[in-house]
């Protein structure tokens, strides 16, 4: 890391996936002094973590080493009206959650973006962005005027001659929906099978870091790269943000100025921030101590995610995946629920060959199903009691009743694909797979833990009238089969199992600047102040029909274009 320098031209807070876009930008011109501050520590090339780059993403998940610590979130009430909580991960290293994703390289569909300018985002509709979610990437398998050929990003997907057994038997399995096999998500807007795309090359992950902080970007004189610093507030002077307090590991504290500030800190940070500045919703505040700078009601609210059920699937020998298999992800199915208040595409299912990175996940299948286009919405507000502490996250995820439906009718539908001859025909093989704090234990790599899950693994290879007993105890007593029959039983099914698939967006709404609720225009300034940004995941009006990775990269650097302009 260069010294730190004392005054920037920009000054851009958090190097997740929106970071690393801007400052790769922003310091293309060497007159403008770019300073990137990332709290987690920095991956430059030749030095990224062999975990890091795995195509094999789940193991990041359950460490501690690249997460934020602190953040949980309530989920929604369970059947016993309890409200259930859970740790929320995300990134905290240089590429943010673009470093320990699960590479799903996924646009969405253009009605999403023409939805995001009917709710106020001017300029953002489909033919608006397309020529930014081109920029970005180089896709190496699909070409035509959908695509970009010279991006920073390599997306590619598993395609169909290189399947293993495990693919095959998916792509049989949901053939039964009678959905066509596609080949390209992102330039095939209908439902269908597809093999889904991902941010990888040679079997290695390219987080947002690997993609816009290379070797070039790096050595550029007027970018400084601090990594391992926190910024703890930002600095202000009436409606201008005049730089920021940054904290280092050992308590230390420095103040850096800026002419310029933005914020990349991610759907959960960037809002935070903002609160502690005196912006947000005045009463909030007040409860908070804080003395009100600009009162926004919208900032922490509107926070959204896709709710989501986990299945695991003891699988045939003949389909476990090899270790050497390292992309797990081979199959997603995109299509419409039905529900009369539903729309088209508006669910999606991936099926994933292991559930594990040990000899008990190399056994299993894992699905995610989730609703693409949910109703639901959380928000996100500091806590009063400790305002500088972790904010009281509520996800929210089943406010709107119709996300619960389309859970409960899509959990069947899964159920009636994967328990199939060409799968397992045993109900009884499906059991939900959601990560109680035993099965987080178990899934922080060590040796002990590949010790233990390979004194348990035998189980599942144990003749199925053994196991049955022990994976229905998982479903407290019920047959899976008699769960599906029941609807009350389903309800509460999907009640005590839903979660979200970590695509945290919205809490900094983008809309018009005459909008009371929006907090930042069509242009990522923050409403009512001079020279503060935000352009990462959540200045998202609504989630696109996809994972949020591309759409982030695709918002900064739209967002980035504004502001060189501008900056001249
Ligand atoms: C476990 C997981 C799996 C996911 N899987 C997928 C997937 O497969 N495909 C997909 O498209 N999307 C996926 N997502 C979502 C996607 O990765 C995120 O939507 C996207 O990375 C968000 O980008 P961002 O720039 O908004 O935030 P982030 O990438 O999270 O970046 C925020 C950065 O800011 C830093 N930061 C925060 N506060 C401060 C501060 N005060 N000071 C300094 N630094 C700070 C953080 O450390 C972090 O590095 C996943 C996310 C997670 C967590």
């Keep these: 890391m260069n010294a730190l320098p004392k005054t920037v031209d920009v000054l851009i807070v958090g190097g997740g996936s929106a970071g ?8 293309a011109d060497p007159r403008r002094r770019v300073l990137l501050v990332e709290a987690g520590i920095d991956t430059p090339p030749g030095r990224v973590p062999a975990e890091i780059l795995d195509s094999y993403p789940m193991p990041l998940f359950h460490g501690d080493t690249y997460i934020w610590p602190g953040l949980d979130a309530a989920v929604t009430r369970d059947s016993r009206g309890r409200m259930r909580r859970r740790a929320y991960e995300q990134g905290r290293v240089m590429g943010g959650s673009s470093s320990i994703n699960v590479q799903a390289a996924n646009r969405g569909l253009p009605r999403d973006y023409e939805a995001w300018a009917a709710l106020g985002a001017e300029g953002w509709a489909w033919d608006d962005v397309l020529p930014y979610f081109r920029r970005l990437e180089t896709d190496l398998d699909c070409g035509g005027p959908l695509h970009g050929h010279d991006g920073p990003l390599p997306i590619r997907r598993i395609l169909e001659p290189a399947w293993p057994p495990f693919a095959h038997a998916v792509a049989r399995a949901f053939d039964a929906t009678g959905l066509p096999r596609r080949v390209d998500q992102n330039g095939e807007f ?32 007027n970018l400084t790269i601090a990594a391992g610093l926190e910024v703890r507030s930002l600095v202000m002077d009436g409606r201008r943000a005049t730089g920021a307090v940054l904290r280092r590991g050992d308590g230390s504290e420095q103040q850096v100025r800026a002419a310029s500030v933005v914020l990349c800190a991610g759907a959960l940070q960037s809002p935070v921030l903002l609160l502690r500045a005196g912006i947000g919703p005045g009463d909030a505040l007040s409860a908070c101590g804080i003395p009100v700078r600009l009162d926004r009601s919208g900032v922490g609210e509107n926070l959204r995610d896709h709710p989501a059920l986990t299945m695991a699937q003891v699988l045939p020998r003949p389909l476990r995946l090899p270790e050497t298999f390292r992309r797990a992800s081979l199959l997603a199915l995109r299509y419409s629920s039905g529900h009369p208040e539903g729309c088209a595409s508006d669910m999606y299912l991936t099926a994933s060959a292991r559930a594990g990175w040990h000899a008990l996940g190399g056994r299993l299948a894992l699905y995610f199903l989730w609703v693409n286009q949910p109703h639901s919405v959380g928000r996100l507000r500091l806590d009063p009691a400790n305002p500088s502490g972790p904010p009281d996250i509520d996800l929210g995820l089943l406010s709107d009743r119709r996300d619960l439906e389309r859970l409960a009718s899509g959990i069947r539908l899964l159920s009636d694909l994967v328990v199939s001859p060409t799968l397992n025909p045993r109900s009884d093989d499906l059991f939900p797979a959601n990560y109680s704090p035993l099965i987080r234990r178990l899934s922080a790599v060590s040796p002990r833990n590949r010790r233990l899950t390979g004194l348990l693994a035998p189980v599942f290879d144990a003749p199925a009238m053994l196991r049955a007993p022990l994976l229905r105890a998982v479903l407290g007593g019920h047959a899976w089969a008699t769960v599906l029959q029941d609807d009350g039983a389903l309800d509460d099914f999907v009640r005590d199992n839903v979660f979200g698939v970590w695509h945290a967006s919205g809490t900094c709404r983008m809309g018009r600047a005459d909008d009371p609720g929006a907090v930042v225009d069509p242009g990522g300034r923050v409403i009512g102040t001079d020279n503060l940004s935000v352009a990462d995941a959540s200045v998202m009006p609504r989630l696109p029909s996809a994972n949020t990775n591309v759409p982030t990269l695709m918002i900064a650097e739209k967002i980035a274009e504004r502001m060189m302009v501008e900056m001249g």
């Design 20 to 27: 690393c876009v801007m400052a790769h930008r922003l310091s």
């Design 190 to 221: 209908e439902d269908g099978i597809f093999p889904p795309a991902f941010s990888n090359r040679d079997d290695a992950r390219v987080s947002a870091a690997a993609a816009y902080l290379d070797v070039g970007t790096r050595a550029r004189p």
